[in-house]
């Protein structure tokens, strides 16, 4: 014979069962858990957070509610236009170069110079091909710098070798400057106007130097020195307008993605990160829970208090909800007085045991008597999708309001061994 409160849903051609939550083996089953990372004591216990911890109030991998491809994307496409412009000017500019030198055959070292040439333009092929890969390495930035450092050293032995300072490919040593104040952080700008200046410096250092030439050198370098302050002064104010404009970013985006009001992630947010969470839970095999919550007849709080007295209730209970909650949960506000918990590598027992909790402490905390009524659901190998796990808990759901509501009951999944009759 059937335990009394174990029904099976007169709604679900499925097979499964629902089950009240006996308030007292609920209580036993509890127990105290020490905290995980911040959270309260809970009677799952601790674990390492899962792949891509998730931000309890927004849900999402970086805390703004959106997966953190959409800003690697950005920056990935922001450096791939950054080393293709820089490598493609090293190209145009190593083209001139050969012009000049074919212009001049009579120069001085033509040779090694036509070879020096050469190599640069198949090494600004070769990288113009690469930048696809490295534009999507965390080592783009340092890939891209130590380059530019590098062109300035080697326009300056280039510059030596064809007749130091009356070489006009001098003029060549102001590329790397300009091109570090558009994307280099200020020391890596620093340092290519020092490698700038330093190969100027090895130009006057190892050839002799007349007054006029002298003075052409003074002026070149001047002009070098201001350059190098103008970029590392340009490079500090994008970055602190970068910085500035991350903030506003990310603040918009936790608006768009936390729920003013409760502090819980709204429906949209919730819910993606719900698919990502079962996919994660399929790919791994690991449980997954869903924690349905809804305040009973709260329309006669707005009713009987007001609105006010109403909303406040509410940003109290989406408050009690998070601080129950781990910090790996996803914590959500669906609509009105309808809430939900996701509890990833949860089983639904400890799940119910959480959901009975709640539905025993938070109420006490409210500024009016206010009952909860707690549906709570597993994920389903057999028809492992978020629709399931919804459905689950909104048909325990509709077995705790029948029944009298302020319960918590549980739909165990098929593929989750449960004897309703025990």
């Not at 490919?169 to 104040?181: D, E, T, V, W, Y």
């Amino acid at each position: 014979m059937a335990r009394p409160g174990v029904f099976k849903h007169p709604r679900s051609p499925r097979a499964g069962g629902i089950a009240l939550v006996d308030p007292q083996v609920s209580a036993s089953v509890e127990g105290p858990g020490p905290a995980v990372d911040g959270g309260t004591d809970g009677p799952v216990g601790p674990r390492p957070a899962p792949d891509g911890e998730v931000s309890r109030r927004i849900g999402s991998d970086d805390g703004s509610g959106f997966p953190h491809v959409v800003g690697g994307e950005v920056h990935r496409g922001f450096w791939l236009t950054h080393m293709r412009i820089g490598f493609g000017v090293f190209l145009a500019e190593t083209v001139v170069v050969l012009g000049y030198l074919g212009t001049t055959p009579h120069g001085p070292h033509r040779p090694l110079l036509w070879i020096v040439a050469a190599s640069w333009l198949v090494l600004a092929a070769v990288n113009l091909w690469l930048v696809r890969l490295v534009a999507a390495k965390a080592w783009r930035a340092t890939f891209s710098a130590g380059w530019t450092v590098l062109s300035a050293f080697a326009v300056g032995a280039v510059a030596d070798i064809d007749g130091g300072l009356r070489s006009p490919m001098l003029i060549l040593l102001f590329l790397p400057i300009s091109f570090a104040g558009w994307a280099f952080s200020p020391a890596a700008a620093a340092a290519c106007g020092a490698s700038s200046l330093a190969s100027l410096a090895f130009v006057v250092a190892t050839n002799h130097v007349p007054g006029a030439a002298g003075n052409t050198a003074l002026m070149l370098g001047a002009v070098l020195a201001g350059s190098s302050v103008l970029s590392v002064a340009a490079a500090r104010n994008r970055v602190r307008r970068e910085r500035h404009e991350a903030v506003l970013a990310d603040t918009i985006v936790e608006m768009a993605a936390t729920d003013g009001l409760t502090g819980c992630a709204v429906h949209r947010v919730f819910h993606q990160r719900f698919r990502d969470e079962v996919a994660r839970s399929q790919r791994h095999g690991h449980s997954l829970s869903l924690v349905l919550i809804d305040l009973d007849n709260f329309k006669q709080v707005n009713d009987t208090y007001g609105h006010l007295v109403g909303d406040h209730v509410l940003a109290a209970f989406g408050a009690a909800l998070l601080a129950h909650s781990r910090s790996f949960d996803v914590v959500g506000r669906l609509g009105g007085d309808e809430f939900a918990v996701l509890m990833p590598d949860t089983e639904p027992s400890a799940a119910a045991a959480l959901a009975e909790r709640i539905r025993s402490d938070v109420p006490v905390v409210l500024e009016v008597p206010v009952t909860i009524s707690v549906g709570v659901s597993g994920l389903d190998r057999s028809v492992s999708t978020t629709e399931q796990m919804f459905d689950d808990a909104d048909f325990a759901l509709y077995e705790v309001k029948r029944s009298g509501r302020d319960a918590v009951a549980v739909r165990f999944p098929s593929s989750v061994a449960h004897d309703p009759t025990s």
